[in-house]
T-cell receptor, first 111, second 117 residues
Framework: SQQGEEDPQALSIQEGENATMNCSYKTSINNLQWYRQNSGRGLVHLILIRSNEREKHSGRLRVTLDTSKKSSSLLITASRAADTASYFCATDEVPEYALNFGKGTSLLVTP | GAGVSQTPSNKVTEKGKYVELRCDPISGHTALYWYRQSLGQGPEFLIYFQGTGAADDSGLPNDRFFAVRPEGSVSTLKIQRTERGDSAVYLC???????????????FGPGTRLLVL
């Protein structure tokens, strides 16, 4: 079963705008990761945030984690057409070595 | 150099046939994982190998699915008597040591797109 649920399911913005995606999960986690999947390609790891962290940055990416609300957000600043992809959050759950993905947010960035 | 590779990239088969999907992990990675991704869904865990042994196959949907990793490197996912519902993208991933997945980045291959007619 899938643990995380991303919101919105689809997002369309113009280049230069910021994109925010949210992820909610059900049970307690140790860590949460965000992945990107381009059309026809595999998943690429973006960022990992641990349960004792509240915010993490990587380049144009900013991830927050609120364990009290069981939610995380991914912010992509100054988006580019190349950011067009599906974005998934993944949590740990039994079995703990398996990534548990949500359904993803489909992001379209138009020039 | 390589990343995780998977062959074939696409496979079309008929209902009832047997298929094998191959995964070449990153050299030296001990842990290997298979996931299945249906259209519009996120990947779902199938099986986890630590070295040559299947440490956890709890995600395999039924006994028509089987996977091996005889030498601790390449893995093959085998599906017997395929059904239309097996149509999906099968993703393979590897990580350096395995264990608690979320502590360690998993590196994914491009997947095999399986279509059962």
């Amino acid at each position: 079963s899938q643990q995380g649920e991303e919101d919105p399911q689809a997002l369309s913005i113009q280049e230069g705008e910021n994109a925010t995606m949210n992820c909610s999960y059900k049970t307690s986690i140790n860590n949460l990761q965000w992945y990107r999947q381009n059309s026809g390609r595999g998943l690429v790891h973006l960022i990992l945030i641990r349960s004792n962290e509240r915010e993490k940055h990587s380049g144009r990416l900013r991830v927050t984690l609120d364990t009290s609300k069981k939610s995380s957000s991914l912010l992509i600043t100054a988006s580019r057409a190349a950011d067009t992809a599906s974005y998934f959050c993944a949590t740990d759950e039994v079995p703990e070595y398996a990534l548990n993905f949500g359904k993803g947010t489909s992001l379209l960035v138009t020039p | 150099g390589a990343g995780v590779s998977q062959t074939p990239s696409n496979k079309v088969t008929e209902k009832g046939k047997y298929v094998e999907l191959r995964c070449d992990p990153i050299s030296g990675h001990t842990a290997l994982y298979w996931y299945r991704q249906s259209l519009g869904q996120g990947p779902e865990f199938l099986i986890y190998f630590q070295g040559t042994g299947a440490a956890d196959d709890s995600g395999l949907p039924n006994d028509r699915f089987f996977a091996v990793r005889p030498e601790g490197s390449v893995s093959t996912l085998k599906i017997q008597r395929t059904e239309r519902g097996d149509s999906a993208v099968y993703l393979c991933a590897s990580s350096p040591t395995g264990g608690t997945a979320i502590q360690e980045t998993q590196y994914f291959g491009p997947g095999t797109r399986l279509l059962v007619l």
